[in-house]
Every structure is written in C-alpha cells, then in structure tokens.
C-alpha cells in the first residue's frame, strides 16, 4: 500500500522453470540467458543483463508504473 502496488503483480525470475510465473503477472523481470528468447516479444518484461542482478530487480520495482 505505501508503494501503491495493491493492484499490480511484479514477478522476478532466471531460468525457463519460471517462464509461467512470468508470464502471468503484470510485469516481469527476467535475467539474461534462457528466458530471454522467450521473452523477447512480451511487452511488460524487463530482461536485465548486468552483473548487478539484484540491485538492478529492486530498481525497477522500486520505479514500477504500468
């Protein structure tokens, strides 16, 4: 609530087990390799490629607007 995010979902994942969970939330944040190539023609994922993974996760939820 103090975010505002009561009516959104954010989802974080690095491998192909979580492709669904991905897909099924409101934005999604992928780390580069296997997901990406799936991923690449949805429109509300992120796919971070940076040795600062979880820096730059908290970042965009930190900054998350639909």
């Known amino acids: 609530e103090k975010y505002n995010f009561t009516d959104k979902t954010i989802s974080a994942g690095d491998s192909i087990m979580d492709f669904d969970m991905l897909l099924s ?7 580069y ?15 971070i490629n940076s040795p600062l993974v979880s820096d730059t996760i908290l970042e965009k939820v930190m900054n998350f607007s639909l």
């Open 25 to 31: 939330t409101d934005y999604s944040i992928a780390v």
């Open 33 to 47: 390799g296997e997901l990406s190539e799936k991923l690449k023609d949805h429109t509300n994922t992120t796919v």
